[in-house]
């Protein structure tokens, strides 16, 4: 299992000096990507403008979204955007699409709600398929396809057009059995091979009431499930390192930590912590 | 901290002695409608596992209640006059009564307030209002829970004898209007709970409803007569009743929480009832006492805690509810074998479990599944169709869509059935017609996406499959139909195990059975017509693949794919490869491990017909259960890819990890 850890660009206090100085230590392992959130209605940086800028500062690790809601955009800017992520990064773009979970959102983008997961599908029908004829470039090829949610829809999405499944996050055990309703669409939709899966994780090394506080905040729209969610936030090398095994037992190919405080000695102590 | 617990059940009183227990300061008032000594039902069951969770919860009640308990580690099952044991179940149970009566006198021990005969009609005022007042919670509609009733399962009455039975009994009598079954366990030295239970058209029909509460008990006792030993039934307020499945979106709304029953309610017949509202109130006030009665945090932390436990619960209980509605379509199955899926019902129980539970029962389920007193585990017994012995349940090698003709393609990758030719092993040729699915880019790219210079594609409709795919042109039912035909003759002459005939996933033949894609009546005309033709030309074992429920709203229920595949076996297949959705691109599929077993048992039961299933079976022990429960004659197990290149090797490696296993 390869680990990423996230960009901080949903976190307070992010500036792009600290971004970029994040993304260039991350190149230099031992993570394998650069993962990013997206949300319209909130202090955080629009994802593939961060990874663009990340791009510009690695050569190695890959750059994910975790996830992207697709929808969100008209299909053909966000093939636009995708391809030239992946243009600038020498074709290190990984994919992540979903529907999301917040309607302010499409409200903020005066996209219709209603019809989403349908809106989805096109989308990726539309980027996997080169339904364009390739006229919107630069070339999609080596993009790498992931799909999140949770529903019986967005699994079949996922066994359909991409390459793998995105989780949203959560204890290993809820990994396992998200994995496990991934390989059976996979299967069912005749796919050879095994679907590629990636998992989320939160950690805070120096300041867990800060890392906290972010993360009660950030997922206030979950309603009762805020408190859970900080509740998971890993809090130490001994934390972070049994979740990286819970999830390599599930058969998780690539696991991405995103940071809750946003300072450059919490990846140093990732760093570590995974090492 | 003031507590106000409605209702004085097994959850309200559990929970006062808890929450005195942690916090001796703690004011803790339990109100109840009905008198101390009132109670509805008669004995309550628990397994052994709760019992572990009631000693570290508060040993004084725990000591108290399995002083008093009735145990048993036996379920006996009476069927077509016989009775069959199986061992390893640990059970308990108690008289409900008697169970009020040691939480209330603990109740009054450690402080808590009891009042009885007090109807609750506004939310008192306290630091936390409890609802623990049943099914038909009072406090629940007091507030906001996202609450879901609705029946589930048989209807059912609830009676007391004082015949004494020895183990978990079920009983199933056949009648002229349908079968009946009983529930009885014992609970003390001199009774026994007795559930009668029956479907809705056989209570119709044997006239229930215009029964008197002294009619319907005699007709259960006569019914009964010979399994009561001649005892009594006793009632209770004994009427029937449709099982209520309660469910919340959320348990707490501001300081009022809802628990056992309230909250989620489990059908009886896998009697987890009383189990699930002691151990919430196990939650509820370990949370309270971690949180120091931060109110809104230990609310949340308690249903976090218990929502996934609850949901799984809920679950098994719903399987096992449709399994007594659907009693019926089992009563062909010999009686081990009936025994042995009425045992699985739930999902809860595995060949592999019970073995360990009960080494003896599935001895006995082998030998009698395989024919011969030394016999392999079910899934390694040999099974014939017409005329063709299977070595094995899982060794059957798929071809994959081998189309009829070019343009009946899926992809430029799909093979013809002029150029294929079959790989060594058991060949189950799978032959179909991509119809609107056609024309589309490899596997390994995706699923659907069109060929940006493709072939024309056919379907009983215009409307394209998914996004971007082309318009449907009209299929020449005729030439398609020769084509199966000649595809089927071809198949003749190689060496081919199992032709089948693709009718699922919305291919071609698949797209005509389904009213989401199908405007015309008779649905089953055209792929009918090709199966009789088929069915001419091919001699040998004939199957069909069907998804047996589109998984859509207004698309074929599995009820219509009973039908469909009851039509295709009067219509020459021998056996339903069974599928499900992919009828059209927006369906709402189920995705899980053995996601199609279920609907595999309903239509081998229902329809009478041979069945073959996978949808992601992993492991031997799934295909043993599947097949010896009679949910599958035949199974495709998700194997790594190079065990499917090698099905021999792979075989006897799984049956070497079985008998080591």
Known sequence: MNVGVGLPTTTPGTTGELLLDWARRADEGPFSSLGVLDRIVYDSLEPFAALAAAAGVTSRVRLATMIAIGPLRPTGLLAKQAASVHALSGGRLTLGLAVGARLEDYEAAGVEPRGRGRK???????????????????????????????????????????????????????????????????????????????????????????????????????????????????????????????????????LVLFPTVADSEELNRLAEAIA | MRVEIVGGGPAGLYLGILLRRADPSAEVRVTERNAP???????????????GSLRDADPETHLEITDTF??????????????????????????????????????????????????????????????????????????????????????????????????FTFVFKETEHGVYNVHAYPYDEGMSTFIVECPLETWLGAGHEDMSEEENLAYCEQLFARDLRGRELFSNRSVWLDFPKVTNRVWHDGRVVLLGDAAHTAHFSIGSGTKLAMEDSIALANA??????????????????????????????????GYFRRVGSYTHLEPIQFAFNLLTRSGRITHAGLGIRDPRFTRTLDSWFGGSPVSPPPAFSPFELHGVRFEN???????????????????????TIDEWSPRPGQVLLQLGHAGRRGATQPRSVGVDLPLSEGWPVVAPTRRPYGPFSPVPGEPDEAAIREQFVAAARRAGRLDVDVLELDMAHGYLLGSYLSPLVNQEDDRLRFPLSVLQAVREAWPGVLAVRLSVTDWHPRGNSVGD???????????????????????????RPVYRRGFLTALSDRVRNEARVPTLVGGHLTT??????????????????????????????????????????
């Open chain 1, 120 to 254: 989805l599908a096109e989308q990726l029908a539309y980027i996997r398929g080169g339904v364009d004829g390739h006229r919107i470039g630069p070339a999609r090829d080596g993009m790498e396809l992931l799909v999140g949610g949770m529903s019986g829809q967005a699994f079949s999405r996922m066994a359909r057009y991409a390459d793998g499944y995105a989780h949203g996050g959560g204890p290993p055990r809820a990994f396992a059995s998200a994995a496990t309703r991934a390989k059976a669409a996979w299967a069912d939709l005749g796919r050879p091979g095994q679907p590629r899966l990636w998992g989320q994780g939160y950690f805070c090394f120096s300041d867990a009431d800060r890392g906290g506080e972010y993360l009660r905040d950030y997922y206030a729209f979950t309603g009762p499930f805020a408190e859970r969610i900080a509740a998971e936030n890993l809090t130490s090398a001994r934390a972070v390192k049994d979740f990286v095994r819970g999830y390599e037992e599930a058969g998780c190919d690539e």
């Open chain 2, 393 to 415: 349940r899982f060794g059957l090698v798929p071809s994959g869509l081998v189309a009829v003709s070019a343009e009946g393609r899926v992809t430029p990758e799909t093979a």
């Open chain 2, 561 to 587: 794919g009973v039908a469909i595949a009851r039509a295709m076996a009067e219509g020459g297949a021998d056996l339903i490869h069974v599928e499900a959705g992919q009828t059209v691109h927006d369906d």
């Open chain 2, 70 to 167: 009735a145990r048993w580690d036996r379920v006996d099952i009476r069927y077509r006059g016989r009775e069959l044991r199986s061992r390893g179940h640990s059970f308990s149970a108690i008289a409900r009564k008697r169970l009020l009566a040691i939480l209330q006198r603990r109740c009054r021990a450690v402080g808590v307030e009891l009042e009885f005969g007090v109807e609750v009609s506004e939310l008192p005022d306290a630091d936390l209002v409890v609802g623990a007042d049943g099914a038909n919670s009072l406090v629940r509609r007091l507030g906001e829970f996202g609450t879901k009733v609705e029946p589930e399962g048989s209807k059912y009455v609830w009676f007391g004898t004082d015949h004494v039975f020895d183990a």
């Open chain 2, 37 to 51: 000594d009132a109670t509805f039902g008669w004995g309550v069951v628990f397994s052994e596992e709760t019992l």
């Open chain 2, 620 to 661: 031997i022990d799934d295909a043993n259960t599947a097949v010896a429960a009679g949910r599958a004659d035949l199974v495709l197990l998700d194997l790594p890819e190079s065990d499917i290149e090698r099905p021999l090797e792979a075989s006897n490696k799984l049956l070497q990890a079985e008998v080591s296993g």
């Open chain 2, 288 to 321: 309270l006492a971690r949180r120091g009665w931060d109110v809104e945090a230990a609310l949340l932390d308690y249903e976090l805690e218990r929502g996934p436990a609850v949901e799984r619960t809920q679950g098994a209980a719903s399987e096992s509810a």
